[in-house]
C-alpha cells in the first residue's frame, strides 16, 4: 500500500513543533516549574528518581508528570498513526551504559539539551558553554558513524513487550495518584517530595500531565531530537530538525521576553553554575552518549512510548544514572561541580569511546 | 537488477548513510532500499531527494518499506 504523509514531519511540521515545545516550555516556567527549566528530561528523570527514593538529596524529589505525559502521549501517537512497533535487541547493555553516562554528563553541566537551550533562552549565558559542548560530543558521535560503528540491528518484539515501559509509566502515574503530595511533608507514602529548592518548584500536577502529552503526541509525529539536529547538520549538511532546534529557541526567547523571565548574564542564574570548562565537558559526554544511542533525552522516551525497548534501557539507565550522580556525588549544584565530577566525566568518557570503538564495523553482523 | 541496501532493523543515521553511500557508488540508477520503521523511510527519502534521485515508488509490506529510488 502507498505510505501516508506526515504533515508534522515537512518543514513547517518541524519547525511549528519546536513553537510549540519552546512556548509551553517557558510558560511552564511561568506556572511553577524551576528557572530555566519550564522542560528538562534529565533534570526531570533525576526528580522522578529522587521521588522514588533512589536518591536521598532533597531538593531534587519530585515524580514529574511531564516525563509520564511524554511517553503515555508518544504511545497515544504512535498507536492511532500505526507506528507501535514493538522492538528491541540491540546492544541493551551498552544502551544502558550510554544512559548513565549521558545523565552523568547532562548533571554535571545541570540540564539536558532541551534545559541548554531554554537555558539560553532565558539569558544564561553559561549554556553557550553546554552547546558548543553538545556540538563537540555530537561531533565526535558523527566520526563513529562515518567509521561504520553501529549497535546492531534491532528485532520485532511481541505487542506485551512493547507495552512494558508505558506500563511501567501507568504504574508511576499510579503511585502519584495514590500518594499525592500532602502540604509540608517530604514523604506521600512510598513517595518523596522536595520541599525546597527545585524538586519543591512545579507547575500544577493537571497542566503538567497535559503538557506532557501534548508535547509526547506531536515529538512522536515530528520525531523532534534534539541530538539528531546537530547530528543531521554534521554528518549530511541537513537543516531539518535543526530547524525545529532553532525555533524551540526563538519561541522560548520570544516568550521569555514577553513573560519578564529573560535576564541576561553569566552569574546567578537559576540552577546553573559558572564553571565554563565543566560546562562544556559533561555536555560533550552526555552529546556523545546520546549521539551513540540514537536520540536525546526526550527521543528515547517517544521512542520508548513507541514500542522501542532498547531507548527504554537507555531511559532506565538515565535513571540510574541519576541515583548514582546524587548518591555519589557526581552532579554538579549552583555552587559548582560535585566532589566526584571531574572523576566522572572522565570515566563516562572512557566509557562512552570504548563502546564507540568497540562497537564499529557491526553493521550487518 | 536494481541494488538493494537492507536496512531494516537499523535506525538513522545508519540506513541514511548506507543508501547515501550506495547512491554515491553508483551514481544513476535503480536503488532499492529496505528499512522497517517510518522515520527511516522519511529519512532516507528526504536524503534521497536533496541528492537528487527520485522517489520512484514507495510501498508498505508487512511492517516494512521498499522505496524505490531512481536517478537516470
Known amino acids: ?365 | 537488477m536494481a541494488e538493494t541496501v537492507d536496512a531494516r532493523g537499523l535506525s538513522c543515521p545508519q540506513p541514511v548513510l548506507m543508501a547515501l553511500s550506495k547512491m554515491k557508488e553508483m551514481k544513476t540508477g535503480e536503488l532499492e532500499v529496505l528499512v522497517d520503521n517510518e522515520v527511516s523511510k522519511e529519512n532516507v527519502s528526504r536524503a534521497a531527494s536533496k541528492e537528487g534521485w527520485e522517489i520512484a515508488q514507495m510501498r508498505e509490506e508487512a511492517d516494512e518499506f521498499h522505496l524505490i529510488l531512481r536517478r537516470s
Open chain 1, 1 to 365: 500500500m502507498e505510505a501516508r504523509k506526515n504533515f508534522f514531519a515537512t518543514s513547517v511540521g518541524i519547525v511549528g513543533v519546536g513553537v510549540v515545545i519552546g512556548v509551553l516550555a517557558a510558560l511552564l516556567q511561568k506556572w511553577g516549574n524551576p528557572g530555566n527549566m519550564g522542560i528538562c528530561v534529565a533534570c526531570f528523570e533525576r526528580d522522578v528518581a529522587g521521588s522514588l527514593g533512589l536518591h536521598r538529596a532533597e531538593v531534587v524529589q519530585y515524580l514529574r508528570p511531564e516525563i509520564l505525559g511524554f511517553v503515555l502521549g508518544a504511545l497515544v501517537a504512535a498507536l492511532a498513526f500505526r507506528e507501535f512497533k514493538p522492538r528491541s535487541g540491540s546492544a541493551p547493555l551498552a544502551r544502558f551504559l550510554l544512559g548513565m553516562c549521558a545523565m552523568i554528563g547532562a548533571l554535571v553541566f545541570l540540564g539536558c539539551p532541551w534545559r541548554a537551550v531554554l537555558r539560553l533562552a532565558g539569558g544564561d549565558g553559561n549554556a553557550l558553554f553546554g552547546l558548543a559542548g553538545l556540538a563537540a560530543g555530537v561531533g565526535i558521535g558523527t566520526v563513529f558513524f562515518r567509521s561504520g560503528y553501529s549497535l546492531g540491528r534491532t528485532s520485532k518484539q511481541n505487542y506485551g513487550l512493547g507495552l512494558l515501559m508505558p506500563l511501567v509509566i501507568v504504574g508511576l502515574l499510579i503511585l502519584g495518584l495514590i500518594y499525592p503530595q500532602i502540604p509540608n511533608e517530604a514523604k506521600s507514602g512510598i513517595l518523596f517530595y522536595s520541599l525546597k529548592g527545585p524538586g519543591s518548584q512545579h507547575a500544577p500536577l493537571i497542566i503538567s500531565m497535559v503538557v506532557g502529552l501534548v508535547v509526547g503526541v506531536v515529538a512522536q509525529r515530528s520525531r523532534f531530537c534534539t541530538m539528531g539536529a546537530l547530528r543531521d547538520l554534521i554528518l549530511f549538511r541537513h537543516w531539518h530538525l535543526f530547524s525545529g532546534f532553532v525555533a524551540l529557541l526563538a519561541a522560548a526567547w520570544v516568550t521569555n521576553l514577553a513573560l519578564g523571565q529573560f535576564h541576561p548574564g553569566f552569574a546567578n542564574q537559576p540552577v546553573a553554575h559558572t564553571q565554563s570548562f565543566w560546562n562544556f565537558a559533561g555536555m560533550l559526554v552526555a552529546g556523545l552518549a546520546f549521539a551513540l544511542a540514537g536520540g536525546c533525552p526526550g527521543r528515547q522516551l517517544f521512542m520508548s512510548g513507541e514500542g522501542d525497548g532498547d531507548a527504554a534501557v537507555f531511559v532506565l539507565g538515565m535513571i540510574v544514572g541519576a541515583a548514582f550522580a546524587h548518591n555519589f556525588g557526581l552532579a554538579s549544584s549552583p555552587a559548582g561541580i560535585g566532589p566526584h565530577g571531574i572523576a566522572a566525566v572522565a570515566v563516562a568518557l572512557i566509557t562512552c569511546l570504548f563502546i564507540g570503538f568497540s562497537n564499529i564495523k557491526r553493521v550487518g553482523a
